[in-house]
């Protein structure tokens, strides 16, 4: 039952990742420094795009004079490496799928050009807004998750939703991608461009049309520069745009994903069954 198919299934080969994203000569740098330095905004609201690239740049002419991109060692893009963990029913994805209010994803994360690793947490919290959570993990438990990664999971639940998670935890999916990372002068909203999306179980890999792009505002109400010009642009938030949701159903270890059709068409993504 195939949607679109313009993705592409590879057998045993990851698909090259490395940076396609342009430099951006036009914004000023920041360092990661001063990026960790500024507001967090581990609580925030979340707003996601899917964008041709030419609407992409339009938008980006525009932003060059209220964010500054994050550069690290002459890079503006970097590569991402997440592995997402969920139960032997996908019971984290199933929760997305029916919209749930009391949800969470749990994904190690390998932050590739600084080489750093992290236990990360979101879950939903009130009035839609996302809480993130994170903790340094170890690089040989990057696909484990350990005591300390199992209290970390199991406390920062029960703080949120005050009761406790009863979850046994494995590896579902991985997912690679390129991101670029913009930060507004002012206010501390954030825009997250992502591309070169990779999605991998076992041998399968599926791997995302190179002419879309996910933008991700992060933003404290939800309504600002990026979402204004972007709307401008036509273009709207896609709901129920989860790469690993995306991902699961892509490589059939989903059979029903209807809510995310609209977000899978946008990028060109086939469902395997």
């Not at 740098?29 to 609580?43: E, G, K, M, V, Y």
């Not at 609407?55 to 590569?79: H, T």
């Not at 300390?148 to 005050?162: G, K, Q, S």
Request: glycine share 6%.
């Amino acid at each position: 039952m195939n949607d679109v198919s313009n993705g592409a299934r590879l057998n045993g080969v990851l698909p090259n990742c490395t940076g396609t994203a342009p430099y951006l000569p036009d914004f000023a740098a920041i360092t990661l420094a001063q990026l960790d330095a500024s507001a967090p905004l581990f609580s925030r609201q979340d707003r996601k795009y899917i964008v041709p690239e030419e609407v992409l740049d339009e938008a980006l002419g525009e932003w060059s004079q209220n964010f500054d991109v994050l550069e690290i060692d002459g890079n503006r893009s970097f590569l991402y490496r997440s592995l997402y963990f969920d139960d032997n029913r996908y019971s984290n994805f199933h929760d997305h799928h029916m919209g749930r209010r009391i949800r969470f994803k749990v994904r190690t994360r390998h932050y590739v050009d600084t080489d750093t690793y992290y236990l990360e947490m979101k879950l939903k919290g009130t009035r839609g807004r996302t809480l993130k959570s994170r903790l340094l993990h170890l690089p040989e438990s990057i696909t484990a998750l350990d005591a300390v990664a199992l209290e970390y999971i199991n406390r920062t639940y029960f703080d949120v939703y005050r009761r406790p998670l009863h979850a046994e935890l494995t590896p579902a999916i991985r997912v690679d991608y390129i991101r670029t990372t913009l930060v507004a002068k002012q206010g501390g909203a954030r825009i997250t461009i992502d591309r070169n999306l990779a999605f991998t179980s076992g041998s399968e890999v599926f791997t995302v049309d190179a002419g879309k792009a996910v933008l991700e505002t992060k933003s404290d109400n939800g309504n600002a520069i990026a979402d204004r010009t972007l709307r401008r642009l036509h273009q709207h938030p896609v709901p129920r745009c989860s790469k690993y949701c995306i991902g699961l159903a892509a490589l059939g270890r989903v059979d029903r994903y209807n809510n995310f059709r609209a977000a899978m068409r946008k990028l060109n993504v086939s469902a395997a069954f």
